[in-house]
């Protein structure tokens, strides 16, 4: 590559003679380094979508079709950008969710976003990128805790134990004054998600570019109201007159 090919030619002729190193002009150094920041930014597709990495079942990979993936960044955005302000006020964690942090990116390039991830392909996205194994859910980064306004996690299993370490890893990357948090997984799940993260179901239906045999949904721990359906009505308990 350019760059690579640049910067290995620096090196050497750093070795030989330092009269002869070659020296970057700032307009090509300002190129040089707009081609590395292109490198780590998911790619668009000419439909205005987001190229991925090919699905890999055994990793339990499905990714969400492009009006879920468009409706879900549109609102982690709005989430840290209050009143439409265009600066983000927070940081997001996607936990296991590479479209959304792909989509958001595209959505908006500024929003501070780190994608927690087994599958190390999304090593493409640099220093966005952290390994995660959810059977080590506190194995991170010290910077990272309480570091996340918001989080949104897409867990790879519906199992129980899946769930419980997914959720010792949300606390620990939300912030202790709160956060907002966005859980996608199956609908069987409901019962555990409310006893484990307070989240409930919106009436918003995510979907996969390959549909999924089991009911998917969206959970969060707050009212979204007018958008992504609000919370589901049965499932707010009225309070006391
Ligand atoms: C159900 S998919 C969610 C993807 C989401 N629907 C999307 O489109 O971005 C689960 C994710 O968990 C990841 N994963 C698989 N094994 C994992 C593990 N041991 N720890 C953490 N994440 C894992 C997969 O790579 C996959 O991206």
């Known amino acids: 590559m350019a760059a690579s090919g640049v910067e290995d030619e620096r090196v ?55 009006r879920t993936a468009r409706a879900l960044s549109e609102e982690v955005v709005r989430l840290v950008s209050p009143s439409g302000s265009g600066s983000a006020a927070g940081a997001v964690a996607c936990i296991a969710c590479p479209t959304l942090y792909a989509y958001l990116k595209k ?36 910077s990272m805790k309480h570091a996340y306004r918001v989080v949104v996690a897409d867990p790879p299993y519906l199992s129980q134990e899946c769930l419980e370490k997914v959720a010792e890893t949300v606390s620990f990357l939300a912030q202790p004054e709160g956060s907002f948090l966005l859980l996608l997984t199956g609908e069987v799940q409901k019962d555990r998600a409310l006893e484990l993260l307070n989240v409930r179901p919106c009436g918003f239906k995510p979907q996969h570019s390959n549909k999924l045999g089991n009911e998917f949904r969206l959970f969060t721990n707050y009212d979204p109201a007018d958008r992504l359906g609000g919370w589901e009505q049965s499932d707010v308990t009225p309070s006391p007159i």
């Open 12 to 66: 050497r002729g750093e070795e030989e003679d330092d009269d002869d190193v070659p020296q970057l002009s700032a307009a090509a150094m300002e190129a040089l380094q707009e081609f590395l920041a292109e490198q780590k930014r998911p790619e668009e597709q000419d439909g205005g979508g987001v190229e991925l990495v090919a699905e890999d079942w055994r990793l339990s990979q499905f990714w969400y079709d492009e």
């Open 107 to 142: 959505a908006d390039p500024g929003v501070p976003a780190q994608l927690l991830e087994y599958d190390e392909r999304f090593g493409q996205y640099g220093g966005d990128f952290t390994f995660y194994d959810y059977n080590r859910p506190e194995e991170l980064p010290p």
